[in-house]
């Protein structure tokens, strides 16, 4: 899946002349939390809604209501806005967007297409993309095995789950620590399939049952 399936487009955005007070109100009007920052067509910087909290004036402040709104017209976006913006194109693989916001702790990625800001995805985005992708689904079976470490295993489980009855709504690969050592984890989602007998022919072929959850 490409970014382009799932990101927002038409983002709303401020210029780097905008108010804090103006941003401010635009994150809470509109639900927001990211906010790409645009001058002359060209993406210069992003306001969070964490950036807002940050410059907000403490609840405890003894200023007057006018002296507060007059405070936060006077403070631009140039002043508080990140300058340097990790993005994303709409062709760029959805797992890597998740990668880039997990490896430099963001929420969001603005999405440029020949230089110009065309969308932005965020971490709900990409949340709701995965649930999709593995098709969760409460009638569904989870089950998460060990797959035996020997050419043909998995073919082997994919065919035992037919003949169980079940059908592979999705499957997820990964690798964890079994036993002190990394091996493969195998998650499916199925469907229509018998539990016990499937757990017993799967154990009964060298792989792990770690859990099943119907």
Same mark, same amino acid.
């Given at each position: 899946?490409?970014?382009e399936k799932?990101?927002? %487009?038409?983002?709303? @955005?401020?210029?780097?002349?905008d $108010?804090?007070r103006? &941003?401010? @109100?635009?994150?809470?009007? !509109? #639900?927001?939390r990211?906010?790409?920052v645009?001058?002359? #067509?060209?993406?210069? +910087? ?6 807002i ?7 405890a402040?003894?200023?007057?209501? %006018? ?8 403070? !631009? ?19 890597e *967007? ?6 430099? !702790? ?7 297409? *020949?230089?110009r800001?065309?969308g932005?995805?965020?971490?709900t985005?990409?949340?709701?993309? /995965?649930?999709e992708?593995? +098709?969760?689904?409460?009638?569904q079976?989870?089950?998460?095995? =060990?797959?035996?470490d020997?050419? +043909?295993? /998995? ?9 169980? +009855?079940?059908?592979?709504? $999705?499957?997820?690969?990964?690798? &964890?620590s ?9 998650? /499916?989602?199925?469907? #229509? =399939? ?11 072929g #060298?792989?792990t =049952?770690?859990? =099943?959850? $119907?």
């Amino acid at each position: 899946m490409l970014v382009e399936k799932r990101m927002k %487009h038409d983002p709303v @955005t401020v210029s780097p002349e905008d $108010s804090f007070r103006h &941003a401010m @109100t635009l994150i809470r009007q !509109k #639900g927001i939390r990211h906010l790409p920052v645009v001058e002359a #067509g060209q993406l210069v +910087g992003i306001v969070t809604d964490r950036d807002i909290r940050q410059t907000s004036p403490s609840p405890a402040t003894s200023l007057e209501i %006018h002296e507060l709104h007059y405070l936060l017209e006077r403070v !631009k976006i140039r002043e508080i806005m990140t300058r340097k913006v990790y993005t994303v194109t709409p062709e760029t693989p959805i797992e890597e *967007a998740a990668r880039l916001m997990l490896e430099h !702790k963001i929420g969001g990625l603005p999405v440029l297409q *020949a230089g110009r800001l065309v969308g932005i995805i965020t971490e709900t985005d990409i949340l709701r993309a /995965f649930v999709e992708v593995i +098709g969760i689904q409460q009638e569904q079976t989870r089950l998460e095995l =060990v797959l035996e470490d020997r050419p +043909g295993a /998995f073919l082997e489980v994919c065919q035992t789950i037919q003949e169980q +009855g079940g059908d592979i709504v $999705s499957v997820v690969s990964a690798t &964890a620590s079994h036993r002190d050592e990394e091996r493969k984890v195998l998650i /499916f989602r199925l469907e #229509g =399939v018998q539990v016990d007998p499937l757990v017993q022919r799967l154990e009964a072929g #060298g792989h792990t =049952v770690l859990s =099943v959850l $119907s």
